[in-house]
């Protein structure tokens, strides 16, 4: 091989590598993407919220699941059509990382005159055997919708209720809010909630 074939040889290797530094450089220096959840600013310590599972044992809502990131979904399991909506989308989210350690989804009824711990385990399990369903005195359920900003109304099978999802991090502290639009992105934004949360 001629000097001068190798010089242009190695010049145009050095000009590819170059060009691939660069291109690594962007690709680590874009900004990461927003997520899709709304955060709150000053985060909502959840504490002291005793409600019943659907296995029948009290639980508090943040203690007993504290060391988890936790996606709280408040409906009931009469509704027609949010709440299915909603709790299948979590189960995609969630099955399609695989059930990985350290996410809990938890639905909390407002309904529980009808929302008994059989009738909200039946329900949940339907979406995933993982998930955990919650349900207490009306009292109960009261205090915990009033902390997670839920608002509800009316007697089933007609309950107008508020469909946020909210997240709680590992200390038990509410830290984003994803509404309809947002819960459909959830499942692209819940790698990076394990990771930072």
């Known amino acids: 091989m001629s000097r001068t074939l190798r010089l242009v040889l190695y010049s145009t290797l050095l ?22 959840g709304t955060a709150l600013n000053q985060p909502v310590e959840v504490a002291g919220l005793q409600l019943v599972d659907h296995t029948g044992a ?61 009738v909200l385990g039946d329900y949940v399990r339907r979406f ?10 009306n009292s109960q359920v009261a205090e915990a919708a009033r902390t997670f900003f839920v ?16 997240v709680l991090d590992r200390e038990g502290r509410m830290r984003y809010l994803y509404g309809q639009e947002a819960v459909l992105k959830i499942e692209e934004d819940l790698p990076g909630l394990l990771r930072t949360l």
């Open 128 to 137: 995933d055997p993982d998930f955990v369903g919650l349900t207490g005195s």
């Open 58 to 118: 009290t639980v508090d809502l943040a203690a007993d699941f504290r060391g988890d990131v936790t996606l709280v979904f408040f409906g009931y399991t009469r509704c027609p059509d949010v709440c299915p909506l909603t709790m299948a989308r979590l189960a995609r989210a969630y099955q399609q990382l695989d059930r990985p350690d350290g996410l809990r989804v938890v639905m909390v009824t407002v309904d529980p005159g009808h929302d008994t711990p059989e």
């Open 151 to 166: 608002g509800f109304a009316g007697n089933a099978p007609a309950v107008s209720h508020t469909d946020t999802v909210a």
């Open 15 to 36: 000009a590819l590598a170059a060009v691939g530094v660069v291109v690594g450089a962007l690709f680590l220096l874009r900004p990461a993407r927003a997520l899709a």
